[in-house]
């Protein structure tokens, strides 16, 4: 009896772990095999909480399938039926016919006055503010008087939204708005919130999942955040749930999803490019193998520089064509990227973009330089590459390229993110220009959509002033600090643009608000080419992401805005 | 014994507060912050989460967290807070207080180190045992020479080893998850085997010295069989020192399971504090290395006040010191 009693710690936790091993596997088999209706997918999870009024990846999660707008994305980007089952444009009005069976998952009716609520929630700076965190309506959007309330010049209550009956919304636009549907399936601001829930509480109601109330096929069951989530269909929804239960894990750098897919513990994986050529070679899983384009670029952009060699557009010219992307993308990215020509405008939202930019001719590059004067790279600074990424072979392949093609001297500063950031507006010395390394992204899968509104909105971006010479970046850099009040340091950033922005680049974004005033493709198409010609930035590689799926998925269908690529509408998945 | 605990009490508190300035000072040190990389990005859609945070919700911020404050009050506030457990919000989850995270994080990670000791201490036994059994026989140097290797490799490696065996090439076992108790086999056993080489080498040697004892020859030479003198006699007696490995070790795992939570995805203290050091989430920084630094200090003091419940000459000499 001792004798047994001596060795029954050991075996007991031996045998439970066998059961527990045993058990794993027959789960692993039932997730697998028999469709048990249980999606396992990863995608960014920020932690921030679910509220659609707020920018935040968990709020994106809301949109493709937590919650429910007026539209949302079908395959290939069509706009399905949301909430709303018919629209008419008639000029700037928009009208919307809702469905009278829509529910939240807490039984309450949605209708068209919890749309105003919501709309008018998330248009509200104070809803941002009092959360501390960015709103989800970024202004792109013309609702009439939307501006004017961010800027805190009309009340919410004039915003250009308002219920007519209890299943008939309406928008008033400033200007007619063809990508108005694109943006509504993109968008988070318009999904509806339960205003009986949500008036009055705190923003941690959106951490928890016992407060979070929400209209779509599926409702947050358990959230642990940073780590998983757990989703199950909303009883109260007016269309049958196809899967019992979606967890969600979250993406991040470290998260091995190809072991966790070989583990079936996942039904998808994006791969990294080493695991490219392992799957290819596996009979099975390149089967599974699907590749899918995104809207996120890698590029580089002119970094703030005492020297003025890069104010001259041959030498940016010189760089910018001096860089064989094909290369890049086949052997260094094994095909999860393909060359890219813009940084928002992708080749598989406009075939166009490749023709008319900048093409690869190392000749050229070096003749740009030498005309530039600097032959065969004599005289020109030390170029610095700032990436946000250790280590970054993309930096360290267009460096060894730049230095064969064009004979100068380029270091790769790879650092960690917080360095990087530190970083990215110190304003080089004389001796030293480069480039910084930035993604950028598309909001919405239409091109056409990434026109300049105006002239003082494009300021916001980077390139008016990389144009400026090097003492109008030094005054800009001072700018950065942090004994000035954010909105005075932003009003002073805007006037220096304004007076010392190069007549070229002024003229370019003329252009393209030109282009969008006018609704003129043409004069877009123009407009793009011409930004790209500027050379400013120099876009390498559109992210092409190698996805494994388990073949008993179906309805997935990538959302290709976001560098994660899940589905576009949770309602669409089902399993064998 | 009052004036031991009361001294030992002190040495702690002057310890919390160096180390609260010296994490404080590191963390200012670090390039960038949070609310810098959001300025940066304003308007450019590098970083999603932080995209067209508004000026006046800039100075909100700057306000709330005491940011434009001279160095010492920010560092006061985080200490003040920690102390009276009255923490502010996370920068990173500005919807949540710290204190909430880490109500819900440092008990993960509480469970996770009881689990792999308690594994542990289950392992080393019988392999300490056998050792001592076998004492320079074949079995003795084998088991020990494996001990020593267990005790070479870190913990993310032996995870990693694990996660090749059971994972990738038998599918036997989960890599990520937390919710069912299959989920924390190879998390437990990836903390718990480097410290098996360390509890078997010592139960060992103490069994050893317990054996070579005149109670034991004694036991033996009343006809009793080796076995029955090493469980009835000498391992009751040899366990009683393991316990001060063991306390150490216990500090040691709840502060050093970071990289296993990394690896497995699981939300303890460790995955919310790298992440926390990554975007310079300076209020959940401060106050998990505070519950961090209180909990080695609170370890360290228990240890010492067993041995000195233990051995008397300690508790005396720290009267007198």
Not at chain 1, 63 to 68: A, D, T, V
Not at chain 1, 96 to 109: E, I, K, Q, T, W
Not at chain 1, 127 to 152: C, L
């Amino acid at each position: 009896m001792k004798k047994v009693g001596r060795i029954v710690a050991p075996v007991t936790m031996a045998a439970v772990m066998a059961l527990s091993m045993a058990g794993y596997s027959q789960a692993a088999s039932a997730a697998s095999s028999s469709g048990s209706g249980v999606f396992t997918f990863y995608t960014i999870d920020d932690g921030a909480g679910f509220d659609p009024a707020l920018f935040t990846w968990d709020a994106r999660q809301s949109q493709i399938g937590i919650f429910e707008g007026l539209v949302h994305f079908g395959p290939n980007f069509s706009i399905a039926q949301g909430i709303a089952t018919s629209w008419k444009a008639n000029g700037t009005t928009w009208t919307f016919y809702l469905r009278h069976n829509a529910r939240f998952s807490n039984g309450d009716p949605v209708t068209a006055q919890d749309f105003v609520y919501s709309i008018r929630r998330a248009v509200n700076p104070q809803t941002a503010a009092m959360a501390h965190k960015a709103s989800s309506f970024q202004g792109d959007v013309p609702i009439k008087n939307a501006q004017k309330i961010i800027e805190g010049a009309a009340p919410v209550s004039s915003l250009g939204v308002k219920a007519i009956g209890n299943y008939t919304l309406q928008f008033t636009l400033d200007r007619p708005d063809p990508t108005l549907l694109s943006q509504l399936a993109t968008d988070m601001w318009q999904l509806p919130v339960d205003p009986r829930v949500v008036q009055g509480k705190p923003e941690s109601i959106w951490t928890n999942p016992q407060t979070i109330v929400s209209d779509g096929p599926y409702m947050v069951s358990s959230y642990v955040q940073g780590t998983q989530e757990i989703l199950k269909p909303n009883p109260y929804y007016y269309a049958k749930v196809p899967l019992q239960e979606i967890k969600i894990l979250p993406f991040s750098a470290n998260a091995n999803e190809y072991l966790t897919y070989q583990n079936h513990q996942s039904d998808t994986a994006i791969l990294t490019p080493q695991d490219v050529p392992a799957v290819k070679n596996n009979p099975t899983l390149s089967k599974q193998l699907h590749w899918v384009q995104t809207a996120v670029s890698y590029t580089l952009q002119v970094s703030p520089s005492m020297n003025p060699a890069f104010s001259k557009l041959a030498v940016r010219q010189a760089f910018a064509e001096a860089v064989n992307k094909q290369v890049i993308a086949n052997n260094v990215l094994l095909g999860t990227g393909v060359p890219a020509y813009d940084g928002k405008v992708t080749s598989w939202m406009a075939p166009w973009i490749a023709k008319g930019a900048l093409q690869y001719n190392p000749t050229q590059a070096q003749h740009l330089l030498a005309a530039a004067g600097y032959p065969g790279g004599k005289g020109f600074p030390t170029v610095r590459i700032l990436t946000g990424s250790n280590p970054d072979p993309i930096a360290e392949a267009v460096a060894q390229m730049w230095q064969q093609t064009l004979g100068v001297n380029v270091q790769v500063d790879s650092e960690n993110w917080g360095t990087y950031l530190a970083d990215m507006t110190k304003v080089l010395p004389s001796n030293e220009v480069g480039f910084t390394q930035f993604g950028q992204s598309a909001a919405f899968p239409d091109w056409k959509t990434t026109m300049p509104l105006n002239i003082s909105g494009w300021q916001r971006t980077n390139v008016p002033i990389w144009s400026m010479s090097g003492g109008y970046q030094a005054q800009y850099e001072k700018l950065q600090s942090y004994t000035m009040a954010p909105g005075q340091k932003n009003l002073e950033s805007r006037m220096l643009i304004a007076k010392h922005e190069s007549p070229q680049v002024r003229a370019v974004m003329a252009l393209g608000v030109k282009a969008q005033a006018t609704n003129n493709a043409a004069l877009m198409q123009k407009y793009v080419i011409a930004k790209n010609h500027l050379a400013y930035v120099i876009p390498i590689y559109t992210v092409n992401n190698a996805v494994l799926i388990n073949p008993q998925v179906h309805g997935y269908y990538p959302m290709r805005m976001w560098l994660v690529t899940p589905p576009v509408w949770l309602g669409y998945i089902t399993m064998n | 014994m009052v004036r031991f605990l009361a001294r030992r009490l002190a040495y702690m508190f002057i310890a919390f507060l160096c180390i609260s300035l010296v994490t404080f000072m590191l963390m200012k040190m670090a390039p960038g912050s949070f609310f810098n990389a959001n300025f940066q990005v304003n308007g450019v859609s590098a970083v999603a989460g932080s995209y067209g945070v508004s000026p006046q919700v800039m100075d909100a911020l700057i306000k709330y967290y005491h940011l434009n404050d001279p160095w010492y009050v920010q560092w006061w506030y985080y200490v003040h807070g920690f102390l009276t457990w009255h923490m502010g919000t996370s920068f990173e989850y500005p919807g949540t207080r710290t204190v909430t995270i880490i109500d819900t994080a440092f008990p993960f990670s509480v469970r996770l180190a009881l689990m792999a000791v308690a594994t542990g201490v289950i392992i080393a036994i019988p392999i300490g045992v056998t050792a001592a059994m076998r004492e320079n026989g074949w079995m003795d140097v084998g088991l020990m020479f494996f001990a020593m290797l267990g005790t070479s490799l870190p913990a993310y490696l032996v995870a990693v080893l694990l996660i090749v065996l059971f994972a990738l090439w038998l599918h036997l076992l989960p890599v990520i998850g937390f919710t069912h108790p299959q989920d924390f086999i190879l998390p437990v056993l990836s903390l718990a085997l480097p410290m098996v080489g360390a509890l078997s080498r010592y139960l060992r040697n103490s069994l050893i010295d317990s054996l070579h004892s005149e109670y034991v020859t004694g036991v033996i030479a009343k006809g009793g069989s080796l076995s029955r003198a090493v469980w009835r006699h000498a391992l009751r007696n040899s366990l009683l020192p393991m316990i001060t490995v063991v306390g150490p070790q216990l500090a040691g795992l709840m502060t050093g399971t970071v990289f296993i939570e990394e690896i497995f995805d699981l939300p303890g203290l460790g995955h919310y504090f790298v992440g926390a050091a990554n975007v310079r989430d300076y209020p959940l920084i401060m106050d998990s290395a505070l519950l961090y630094a209180t909990v080695i200090l609170a370890m360290n003091l228990l240890v010492d006040l067993t041995y000195g419940l233990f051995d008397p000459r300690i508790r005396r000499a720290g009267d007198l010191g």
